[in-house]
Antibody, heavy 116, light 107 residues
Framework: EVQLVDSGGGLVQPGGSLRLSCAAS????????MSWVRQAPGKGLEWVAS????????YYVDSVKGRFTISRDNAKNSLYLQMNSLRAEDTAVYYC?????????WGQGTLVTVSS | EIVMTQSPATLSVSPGERATLSCRAS??????LAWYQQKPGQAPRLLIY???TRATGIPARFSGSGSGTEFTLTIISLQSEDFAVYYC?????????FGQGTKVEIK
């Protein structure tokens, strides 16, 4: 069974940093693109970033370029999102998702709140 | 970026009836379109990809159609578990973008 477990969310002040993690199991992690998608409270879905199987290609939505970094460790079956210079508008539930185009598997999400 | 526009924002349907949801792209995305279902407090679930291919385990009452800029998700004979929010998403051009969602509620 495909399982994605998101963690690392929390309350952080504007300008602060946070690192999200996603632990994958039930599939060959190293064979799949992986992505992060977020959802602000009461709002719709927003794709954030995607990374190729070997980490050689990465794509980001413009609003996070230069502040967020997606990475992966295939030996640990883990996906990461390093978030720096956080803003109030980054407040959202962040979902890890399997895939780099459409997303057939999702984590349960982890809430990031940026507030002073 | 490609803007995805869904209509209507809210659809009131009686159980057992058909629901028809629309999604329009600001430019052609060919058939690189997906549909998701999201229930309160849950992660989204993939229903349809490549505009018309049902994802694994998705019941046949869900169907997708369209290409280019106009797409439709049809749910025939709505069941109680189908009342949720539905999103379309294009994966033709980076950045991938979602529609704002259509809420299907009980009439």
């Amino acid at each position: 069974e495909v399982q994605l477990v998101d963690s690392g969310g929390g309350l952080v002040q504007p300008g602060g940093s946070l690192r999200l993690s996603c632990a994958a199991s039930g599939f060959t992690f190293s064979s799949y693109w992986m992505s992060w998608v977020r959802q602000a409270p009461g709002k719709g879905l927003e794709w954030v970033a995607s990374i190729k199987q070997d980490g050689s290609d990465k794509y980001y939505v413009d609003s996070v370029k230069g502040r967020f970094t997606i990475s992966r460790d295939n030996a640990k079956n883990s996906l990461y999102l390093q978030m720096n210079s956080l803003r109030a508008e980054d407040t959202a539930v962040y979902y890890c998702a399997r895939g780099g185009s459409y997303f057939p598997g999702w984590g349960q999400g982890t809430l990031v709140t940026v507030s002073s | 970026e490609i803007v995805m526009t869904q209509s209507p924002a809210t659809l009131s349907v009686s159980p057992g009836e058909r629901a028809t949801l629309s999604c329009r792209a600001s430019q052609s995305v060919s058939s690189t379109l997906a549909w998701y279902q999201q229930k309160p407090g849950q992660a989204p679930r993939l229903l349809i990809y490549a505009a018309s291919t049902r994802a694994t385990g998705i019941p046949a009452r869900f169907s997708g159609s369209g290409s280019g800029t106009e797409f439709t998700l049809t749910i025939i004979s709505l069941q109680s578990e189908d009342f949720a929010v539905y999103y379309c998403q294009q994966y033709s051009n980076w950045p991938w973008t979602f529609g704002q969602g259509t809420k299907v509620e009980i009439k």
